[in-house]
């Protein structure tokens, strides 16, 4: 047989998605519009396509000309309607144009000068407005923010599927806590998930270096790997990178929104491309330029951290709560966590907590589980509600791959419903994965030990 090979792909683009499912996602804001427009509900469309429109997306922009041209949702006002034409044809395409021509022939002589007036105020307005969310591309090496692992684990090659001479790839995501460990990881695809399980026991004894944002410790909420178990070599040919890169190149700089997505999110995760992180960073804003939720999910978190451009936690914050807005599971869990770690503690976990209260209703599983954490240990009585997170532990609980994370989670839900005995033999199954991955034990033991006390657990 020939020599077992495997190779991981380190990257942070904290994707929502895997590579054969971005067709699936509608343009978010543009699609909504769009329906809302067909319904006729005017003012609801208009909204929409304001939103995108002050950020760039020239379909919007369009279509709001549209609608002051035929006083759909508003009052005729072909002033208004030319300026829109007017920044929706800013790079001539041909429709677009046409429609400002148009609309143009039918002003008088005044009110020519009148929307040409408008028009640039109008585009002094949006690039102001746009300014204040845009990132500041950096190359990877002149960016501050990094996760650099300090212990790594390699994953065995499953007996039975070496024997059987299987091949995979796996996309696994995953978070680093505060002391550099790697916590809540999951599968979001493979190709066969029965090399899950060597995965996870790998993943369990990764270490990082904490990641810092003005100089204190913070969780990175989600950090994705490609992992390939092969015999002889990469699954990907060496011949075909240079092609697949350009291929990627032509997507990204297409008018289709899901496709630049997905050069962006490709090029993160095969690093094999050499596509640096400010390119992929420009793909993923010229998509959520367009309304499309997850790429401004992508941003923000690039923003937030710092990679690939110059980090700004404001301006994330702002790109992550639009995708969150738009029903994106992964950024409102994304807003939740980091919220959660935030100084500003009572207003910020508020917001947190309803976050993940949305997550989880969207069965988003790590979501379910920290708001398991948070309704059986907060201190305050008006949050807490033990029934309820029980039933959420007990949900995920089987299938959660992070065995230290459920048995913890578990152990403070059945203190918090006064089951103290079941409690201390989940702890107990939590000290024990603790041990046996070498991860920081005094707050284990001393969970254990409250719990022993029945006294519960709060924070």
Known sequence: MNRKHFNVSMYLIFALLFASAFTNFAHADFATAMQSYNEKHYAEAMAEFKRSAVLGHKPSQYNLGIMYLHGEGTEKNLIEAFAWFAIAAADNEAARASARDHVMSLLDEKNK???????????????????????????????????????????????????????????????????????????????????????????????????????????????RIRMTFTFGGDLIEPEKIKQYANDLRRDAESNDLGK??????????????????????????????????????????????????VQDTHKGLQWLTMAAEERSLDAQYFLGVSLLGSDKISEERTKAIEWLKKAASGHNEKAMMRLAWILATDKDEKVRDPARALALVKEVYQSYADILRSNETLAAAQAANGMFEEAVKSQTAALKEAKSISYPLDEVKSRLAAYQNEQLWLE
């Open 113 to 223: 000068d009148i929307a040409i007036d408008r028009m640039q105020s109008l585009f002094t307005e949006m690039k102001t407005e746009a300014a204040k969310i845009e990132p500041v591309m950096l190359s990877r090496e002149k960016c501050t923010y990094s996760l650099k692992q300090v212990k790594f684990i390699l994953p065995e090659y499953p007996r039975t599927m070496e024997v059987n001479g299987q091949q995979n790839i796996a996309d696994v995501e995953f978070g680093v806590d505060k002391h550099g460990a790697a916590r809540d990881f999951s599968v979001i695809y493979t190709t066969n998930h029965q090399f899950d399980k060597s995965i996870f026991s790998a993943l369990r004894k990764w270490r990082f270096a904490p990641v810092t944002i003005d100089g204190r410790p913070v969780e990175v909420v989600s950090a």
């Open 260 to 309: 630049m997505f997905g050069a962006a999110y490709i090029a993160d995760l095969v690093r094999e491309l050499n596509i640096d992180k400010q390119d992929t960073n420009t793909w993923y804003y010229k998509a959520a330029q367009g309304g499309f939720a997850p790429a401004e999910y992508q941003i923000g978190k690039s923003l937030f951290l710092g990679d690939g451009c």
